[in-house]
């Protein structure tokens, strides 16, 4: 019998041939997919504190469940990838611990499997300053600088996040991959108090290995004064105030009375209160009293310049402190800021 040329032993021929070539193919298909299943396995993993986990398995990918802390993720990836990020942010200086339990393959296929892995990643970002905290007679002109404990991945991020407070127009140059300077606009004004800041977290400065702050640093300083106060012992005693080198005011004042002590050397003005309580004991052991000193500016310890009413001025009479008349006191706390260097000589 033919069937339209064709013979019926012919026919019967091409379909098994066809059927066997569809067995062949089908066959072929499982054995990939079972090769596949074995052959999946996580070949890398770098550990980031800001990002995450990143595992690099031996095949393309289409989702990854995973565990971390009991909780259970999973990844569904837009396009197959051999290279996955678990995102999550890391405990520094702290081992972490991650579990994947399960990967699906290019072939629609789950292989469940508990790849437990685990690091212990790098301490926080630490960052030293220059100027330090209430540093004093800092330069008006800069260099400011930042140095980080590591290098810095992303530079031009990381000094978006360090700001002055207030705010300093200037420009950062880096020196290294871990250091860089600001150079102001323009020289701060004498005796501006500043804030430094470095902000914290994974919006602040991050290093290469994935390092950020644990939290912010602040560092508060004073540029340099344009004016000095000069304390003479020498009879008479003096105080005289000097801005850009020339006396501007000048006064008798008192320092200590034999037994007490007025140190000498340089200071600078830390504090002023318009009046301070004062007690304490006098060197012949007699204890005193005195409310609502006026005109108090703080140098070192309990030693300050304030006013205080005597008969007269110009010789050692005080407890330590540099004491001036209440009118001269009042008018030197109006001129000065906290910040002002103070030179006492004998």
Not at 35 to 51: D, G, L, M, P, R
């Amino acid at each position: 019998m033919k069937l339209k040329g064709l013979s019926i032993t012919a026919l019967s021929v091409s379909v098994v041939c066809g059927l066997v070539i569809y067995l062949g193919v089908h066959v072929r298909h499982v054995q990939l997919k079972q090769n596949a299943a074995k052959s999946v396995a996580i070949t890398s993993s770098k550990w980031e504190a800001f990002k995450g986990i990143h595992l690099t398995f031996s095949e393309p990918l289409e989702a990854v469940t995973w565990t971390m802390d009991g909780h259970a993720k999973t990844i569904h990836l837009k396009k197959p990838s051999a290279s996955v990020w678990l995102n999550s942010v890391l405990p520094q200086g702290q081992k972490s611990s991650v579990e994947v339990q399960s990967v699906e393959t290019t072939y629609n296929q789950t292989v469940t499997e508990s790849w437990k892995l685990s690091d212990v990643l790098a301490k926080p970002l630490q960052v030293i300053t220059d100027p330090g905290t209430w540093q004093l007679n800092v330069s008006r002109n800069g260099p400011y600088m930042v140095q980080f404990s590591a290098p810095i991945l992303d530079r031009n991020g990381a000094t978006k996040a360090v700001v002055f407070k207030p705010s300093i127009p200037g420009k950062w140059v880096w020196k290294n991959s871990e250091t860089a300077d600001f150079y102001p606009m323009d020289p701060v004004p004498p005796t501006a108090q500043e804030t430094l800041v470095v902000g914290d977290g994974i919006k602040g400065p991050v290093s290469d290995a994935g390092q950020f702050m644990a939290s912010p640093v602040t560092r508060p300083f004073i540029t340099a004064s344009d004016e000095k106060i000069v304390v003479q012992e020498q009879l008479p005693e003096t105080l005289s105030l000097y801005k850009n080198g020339k006396v501007i005011f000048q006064s008798l004042c008192n320092t200590a009375v034999p037994g007490a002590y007025t140190p000498t050397g340089t200071f600078y003005i830390r504090s002023k209160y318009s009046f301070v309580d004062m007690r304490g004991v006098n060197p012949n052991g007699v204890a005193y009293n005195d409310p609502h000193v006026p005109w108090v500016m703080g140098l070192i310890g309990n030693v300050a310049i304030h006013g205080y009413p005597r008969a007269t001025y110009g010789w050692p009479q005080s407890n330590g402190c540099v004491e001036l008349p209440i009118s001269a006191a009042k008018r030197l706390y109006s001129m000065v800021k906290v910040g002002t260097p103070v030179e006492i000589m004998s």
